[in-house]
């Protein structure tokens, strides 16, 4: 899955940022939802087998592409009539509020720092049926040390019992452990890997990284390609972050 990084350069990383489209919703017939509607079919194979009810999507460095790859990953799902929860576990910068316009003031900050904590409060119900989204709260001083407790590991349970899939935008892996730590909760990682901006050594770097902590990373997505209508399998997206 780490195939063809001879592709990968070295030009400066790119660290402006674009709006976010989930063209899924918005351009269901457009070439870039086909193409997200393949990587769900290559999860979905992933899944074959195994119980994979837990996800978490992250990138080697920032502006990648995780989020989007993420969000509309998760539409697709639920337009399959699976109960899905997006859970942006980015809690450094947090962005998926943004995309669905909602309220950040409560979230899974929230939920881990609570004495008596009730999930179902501060988790939104979407315009997608079956999608819901659990946003990251207020940014806590400790976001590693949250994702690393117990509570997260009954909090992750109960997503488990509530609903069919859970997906998780996670930081990069490089800047911060948010990523590796949450490897070990959840079922699978998606690597998102970005055209141009991607360096070679850092996706290697993060690679061993997810290696330590016995990720178990069901795919990479080769992200922002050029659009060859030649080839298939390949995500092609104007996304970022």
């Known amino acids: 899955m780490f195939n063809n990084l001879s592709l990968f ?7 402006t940022r674009t ?3 989930i063209v899924t919703m918005t351009r269901p017939q457009s070439f870039i939802a086909e193409e997200y509607r393949t990587l769900r079919t290559n999860i979905q194979f992933s899944m074959v087998g195994r119980k994979l009810k837990t996800i978490q999507f992250t990138s080697s460095g920032p502006n990648e592409g995780k989020t989007t790859t993420a969000v509309n990953v998760a539409v697709l799902f639920a337009s399959q009539g699976k109960k899905v929860l997006l859970v942006d576990a980015d809690m450094r910068k947090p962005s998926l509020h943004t995309v669905f316009q909602v309220s950040n003031q409560k979230g899974l900050s929230t939920i881990l720092t609570d004495e008596k904590p009730n999930p179902a409060s501060v988790i939104y119900p979407l315009e997608q049926n079956h999608l819901f989204l659990l946003t990251s709260g207020i940014q806590p001083p400790n976001p590693s040390e949250l994702l690393a407790s117990k509570q997260m590991n009954i909090l992750m349970q109960y997503f488990k019992e509530h609903y069919d899939l859970v997906i998780f935008d996670l930081p990069p892996i490089l ?30 770097q993060a690679k061993e990284m997810l290696q330590r902590v016995q ?14 209508k030649k080839m298939s399998g390949t995500y092609y997206s104007q996304s970022e972050k």
């Open 9 to 15: 350069n070295k030009k400066k990383k790119d660290t």
């Open 19 to 21: 709006a976010y489209e």
């Open 175 to 204: 800047p911060v452990t948010d990523a590796q730590i949450m490897a070990s909760k959840v079922d699978g990682t998606v690597f998102v890997i970005r055209h141009n901006l991607a360096h070679l050594n850092e996706v290697l």
């Open 215 to 228: 990720a178990n990373v069901i795919g990479a997505v080769f992200n922002d390609k050029p659009h060859n």
